[in-house]
């Protein structure tokens, strides 16, 4: 990241990742539980409340330092990392279009360190993010939420969510609306089962269903596709890409003291053409998927900080750009991860249990092009490429 390496918030993600993340990762992803501790450790160091506004006792930031500090999570924790990005990029939405609605949430957020969680997946409705089945039922100033959903991280642990719904029952459903729930409001919120996975054994992604009922000035006055061209999209791309990339640079820079350690004692493994090229290649891919982060970072915050118009966030090049940086950082990142194993062998990279961490990585990384599907990304960037004019070095 390019961001200022002296900035607090940079130096406070770092003491945590190194204070208290690196003790418990290997014991969350084992035990399959939420890190309790590195979310306590990272609200009591403010970051909890990033976007949040001073005055509302958060912490005012942009998107390069936001990737940064996604980064540095993630080479410690990649649970720990997207559960933090999957927070911040609700509380960011919810700062930028909604801080006067909900001076109280935020607030809550910045100095309790409550968790907001996201529900937007839905049963038979595949990944499409705009469009959701579920409809809104009013009864006076009373609106009533019935949402099922086949996964929701850290359900079991947040205080707030931001659901899409259909704006009522007679409406489309591209008429898609937020809608901010509390726990305590009055209804039931219930998780079903277990998280049992491959990797991402920390972020507790079950299935939930809500039955609330609430003011109908819980629903957000802009539409979701503004706010999800806006504020959701770009930030969970860059949120997630960073985190992705923190946990391969992290382990790439391990592997590399590991190699240096090996030529000091006779191993020269920088002879072999074979590993030298392997090597190149993976540094290719990590160069790569930062560049594409910074960059991104940079057109999205000079939009944000100029109050640009939403047509500008509505531009195809860059909204394929962006998609783009999700399936590229998810694809390239994880053939890091197995580029490494392959690298260290057996008993350095494929076995539990070596402080490299190469195949809890392995396993955690696999994660990212199932998150918002590629498949379905790339359906929608040949869509956009048919009306793209192509710009060139904007």
């Known amino acids: 990241m390019i961001t200022d390496t002296k900035s607090p918030l940079i130096s406070a993600a770092r003491k945590v990742g190194e204070e208290t993340i690196s003790k418990y990762a290997a014991e969350i992803?084992?035990?399959?539980?939420?890190?309790?501790?590195?979310?306590?450790?990272?609200?009591?160091?403010?970051?909890?409340?990033l976007f949040v506004p001073e005055s509302l006792g958060g912490q005012p930031t942009n998107y390069h330092e936001y990737c940064?500090?996604?980064?540095?999570?993630?080479?410690?924790?990649?649970?720990?990392?997207?559960i933090w990005v999957m927070h911040t990029l609700q509380v960011?939405?919810?700062?930028?279009?909604?801080a006067d609605d909900y001076p109280e949430v935020l607030e809550d957020i910045a100095k309790n360190?409550?968790?907001l969680g996201s529900v937007t997946t839905e049963f038979g409705?595949?990944?499409?993010?705009?469009?959701?089945?579920?409809?809104?039922?009013?009864?006076?100033?009373?609106?009533?939420?019935?949402?099922?959903?086949?996964?929701?991280?850290?359900?079991?642990?947040?205080?707030?969510?931001?659901l899409t719904?259909?704006?009522?029952?007679?409406?489309?459903?591209?008429?898609?609306?937020?809608?901010?729930?509390?726990?305590?409001?009055?209804?039931?919120?219930?998780?079903?089962?277990?998280?049992?996975?491959?990797?991402?054994?920390?972020?507790?992604?079950?299935?939930t269903s809500f039955d609330m009922e609430v003011d109908k000035s819980r629903m957000l006055s802009k539409p979701f596709r503004t706010l999800a061209m806006q504020s959701m999209t770009p930030v969970s791309h860059l949120g997630w890409a960073a985190a992705w990339y923190g946990a391969a640079s992290g382990a790439y820079r391990r592997?590399?003291?590991?190699?240096?350690?090996?030529?000091?004692?006779?191993?020269n493994l920088f002879q072999s053409d074979l590993f030298t090229h392997r090597l190149a290649q993976l540094r290719v891919s990590l160069d790569m998927t930062l560049s594409m982060i910074s960059y991104l970072a940079i057109r999205y915050d000079d939009l944000r900080e100029s109050g640009a118009p939403e047509s500008a966030y509505e531009d195809a090049t860059l909204k394929i750009l962006v998609n783009n940086l999700k399936v590229g950082s998810s694809k390239m990142m994880f053939e890091v991860a197995d580029g490494l194993i392959e690298m260290a062998g057996m008993s350095l990279g494929y076995r539990q249990g070596h402080d490299l961490a190469?195949?809890?990585?392995?396993?955690?990384?696999?994660?990212?092009?199932l998150m918002y599907n590629n498949d379905q990304i790339l359906s929608a960037n040949s869509r956009l490429a048919l009306m793209e004019n192509m710009k060139v070095f904007r």
């Open 125 to 162: 409705k595949g990944s499409s993010l705009l469009n959701v089945k579920s409809p809104l039922e009013f009864d006076g100033d009373k609106m009533f939420v019935r949402r099922k959903t086949p996964i929701s991280s850290y359900s079991e642990q947040a205080e707030y969510f931001l």
């Open 165 to 207: 719904m259909r704006a009522n029952e007679n409406a489309p459903s591209s008429d898609t609306r937020l809608v901010l729930l509390k726990r305590s409001d009055k209804g039931t919120i219930e998780s079903h089962g277990s998280w049992r996975a491959m990797g991402m054994r920390g972020t507790g992604s079950v299935p």
């Open 68 to 82: 940064h500090i996604a980064s540095i999570l993630g080479e410690y924790c990649l649970s720990t990392a997207l």
């Open 92 to 98: 960011a939405l919810l700062a930028d279009h909604a």
């Open 358 to 369: 190469l195949e809890r990585l392995f396993r955690d990384l696999r994660s990212g092009a």
């Open 255 to 267: 592997y590399m003291k590991v190699a240096r350690k090996a030529n000091t004692q006779g191993l």
């Open 29 to 49: 992803d084992e035990q399959y539980r939420f890190p309790k501790e590195n979310f306590e450790a990272l609200h009591a160091e403010n970051l909890m409340g």
């Open 113 to 115: 360190g409550k968790l």
